[in-house]
C-alpha cells in the first residue's frame, strides 16, 4: 500500500504538492492520484528530510526512570528527528554487542524514530582498555565514543583512534580536560565568581581539543585513518582550536548545541539546575562565536546532547544536581525561530540533516524519487508557546519552557510510516 502526504511545500517553492511513498522509499512527487493509496493531509507546511540527531542520551539500559527507547524515541519523533545516535553511558556501559542487537531489535518494534546506537570506545568507559571495536561495529555500532567520561588516557585514545580508523569509524569525544575542569559546575567567569560557586574554564575544553588534535595529526601524518569528532563544543577558544585543524586538512569534525548557541552562564543567576550542563553554558561572546562557526563552516552539525534527568533530581541544590538538559523534540522549533532567517532555511536544514550524516559517513538525506522516506512536515508560521508538560519525554521540564516559538513539526515520517502526527 503506498503512503501519499499531500498539501506540502518543498523548500523555497510556494506551490502545493504531493509526494508518494512506496516501501519505505519516496517513489515520485504529484503522481496520478490513483497511485496514491492511503493520503494524508501535510497542512501546508514545508517538508524536508526528516532529522538526524547524533547525540542523545536515552538512559537505557538501567536508567529508565529517566528515559526509556519509549519515551525518547516517541519525543525524538515528535520533534521531527527520523534517526537517532545514543550515547552509551548507561548501566550497564554499551560495550557489549548483545546490549546492541537488544536495544536495536527493541527499537524496531516500537515504529518511532529510528535508533542507532554508539557504543563505548573503552571497556566499561574507564578509559583504560579498548573495548571489543570490532564485535561492535559488526553487531550494528555507528560511532565509538566515552562521552559522559573525558579520555584523560592519550595512549588510549591514540590506540582507539587507529583501531576505530581501520575499522571506518569515527570517534567521539567528551573534550574536557577532567583536571582544568576540576569541580566546576558552570563556565568560570564573572557569574560564577559572583555566586562564589566552583567554574569550569573553558581552557579546559580548548586544552584537551588541543592535545585530541596533535594525536590526530601524529596518526594523519603516518598514514593512520583516524576520525576524530568533537561533541557538543561550548566556546570560542575550543572553535578555534578545531578551525585550526581543518585549516591544516585533518580529518576533524564537530557539532554545536542549540543550548551553547541560545543560552548564557547569565541563566545560573538563579542557581536552577535545569540550566546545569556539561559543558557548561558560556557568555554570549562564545554563544556569538559559535553561530559564526555555523556560518562559516567549522561547525559540521547540530546535536541536542538531549540529557533527561528526574524532576527530583535537578531540583538538588546546583552543587549536586546532575548535568544536562532535556529538550529533543523542541530543538528544531527552537532553531527554526532563533536562527532560520540569520542562517538561511537550507543552511539549517543541511546541519540538522546532511551535517549529522557527512559525520558518521552515511549518505545524504534527500527528496528525490527513490530515497529513503524519511520526513518532516513542519508549520513555519504558527507559534506556540512550550508546555513540558506535553512533552513525550519522562523529562517534563526544559530551559525553553514558556517561550513561543514556531516551525513545530506536523507529521514525521520514518521508513515510509508515519512515526508523528500533531493532530494525534
Known amino acids: 500500500m503506498n503512503l501519499t502526504i499531500?498539501?506540502?511545500k518543498r523548500l523555497g517553492s510556494s506551490e502545493r504538492e504531493s509526494v508518494t511513498i512506496e516501501d519505505g522509499k519516496i517513489l515520485g512527487w504529484n503522481l496520478p492520484e490513483d497511485q496514491h493509496g492511503e493520503t494524508v493531509d501535510g497542512r501546508g507546511g514545508t517538508i524536508i528530510p526528516a532529522l538526524t540527531e547524533p547525540h542523545a542520551h536515552l538512559r537505557e539500559p538501567g536508567q529508565?526512570?529517566?528515559e526509556d527507547l519509549a519515551s525518547g524515541l516517541a519525543?525524538?519523533?515528535?520533534?521531527?528527528?527520523?534517526n537517532v545516535v545514543c550515547m552509551p553511558n548507561t548501566t550497564p556501559v554499551i560495550d557489549d554487542p548483545a546490549i546492541i542487537r537488544t536495544l536495536q531489535d527493541k527499537a524496531a518494534a516500537l515504529g518511532l524514530a529510528r535508533l542507532h546506537?554508539?557504543?563505548a570506545l573503552t571497556k566499561g568507559q574507564k578509559g583504560e582498555q579498548l573495548a571489543e571495536l570490532s564485535a561492535l561495529k559488526e553487531a550494528g555500532a555507528v560511532m565509538f565514543t566515552d562521552d559522559g567520561r573525558t579520555n584523560e588516557n592519550a595512549r588510549v585514545l591514540r590506540l582507539g583512534l587507529e583501531y576505530a580508523g581501520s575499522l571506518g569509524m569515527v570517534v567521539s569525544v567528551h573534550a574536557e580536560d577532567a583536571t582544568l575542569r576540576?569541580?566546576?559546575?558552570?563556565?568560570e567567569g564573572?557569574?560564577?565568581q559572583a555566586l562564589g560557586v566552583p567554574g569550569n574554564p573553558t581552557a579546559a575544553e580548548a586544552a584537551r581539543i588541543a592535545r585530541d588534535v596533535e594525536i590526530v595529526a601524529w596518526l594523519?601524518?603516518?598514514?593512520n585513518s583516524p576520525r576524530l569528532h568533537v561533541q557538543h563544543l561550548s566556546s570560542a577558544a575550543g572553535l578555534e582550536r578545531v578551525r585550526e585543524a581543518k585549516r591544516r586538512g585533518l580529518p576533524v569534525t564537530c557539532e554545536v548545541s542549540p543550548h551553547h548557541l541560545t543560552l548564557t552562564d547569565e541563566k545560573l543567576r538563579s542557581f536552577d539546575a535545569v540550566y546545569k550542563v556539561a559543558p557548561p553554558l558560556r557568555t554570549?561572546?562564545?554563544?556569538?562565536a559559535l553561530f559564526e562557526g555555523l556560518l562559516d563552516g567549522t561547525v559540521d552539525c547540530i546535536g541536542t546532547d538531549h540529557a533527561p534527568h528526574t524532576r527530583a533530581e535537578k531540583e538538588r541544590d546546583l552543587l549536586e544536581a546532575p548535568f544536562g538538559i532535556p529538550y529533543i523534540e523542541v530543538a528544531w522549533p527552537v532553531m527554526y525561530t532563533r536562527f532560520a532567517e540569520k542562517l538561511g532555511l537550507e543552511k539549517l536544514v543541511d546541519l540538522m540533516t546532511a551535517g549529522p550524516a557527512r559525520v558518521l559517513g552515511w549518505p545524504e538525506p534527500s527528496l528525490e524519487a527513490g530515497a529513503p522516506a524519511d520526513l518532516l512536515v513542519f508549520d513555519p508560521d504558527t507559534e506556540r508557546k512550550v508546555n513540558p508538560a506535553t512533552f513525550q519525554s519522562k523529562a517534563k521540564f526544559c530551559p525553553y519552557a514558556g517561550e513561543t516559538l514556531k516551525g513545530w513539526p506536523v507529521l514525521t515520517v520514518v521508513g515510509g510510516v508515519v512515526a508523528y502526527s500533531s493532530e494525534g
Open 6 to 8: 499531500t498539501n506540502v
Open 117 to 119: 546506537v554508539s557504543a
Open 190 to 192: 564573572e557569574v560564577s
Open 182 to 187: 576540576a569541580d566546576g559546575v558552570m563556565n
Open 64 to 66: 529508565t526512570e529517566k
Open 284 to 288: 554570549q561572546a562564545d554563544a556569538d
Open 220 to 223: 594523519h601524518e603516518r598514514g
Open 75 to 82: 519525543a525524538a519523533a515528535a520533534g521531527g528527528y527520523g
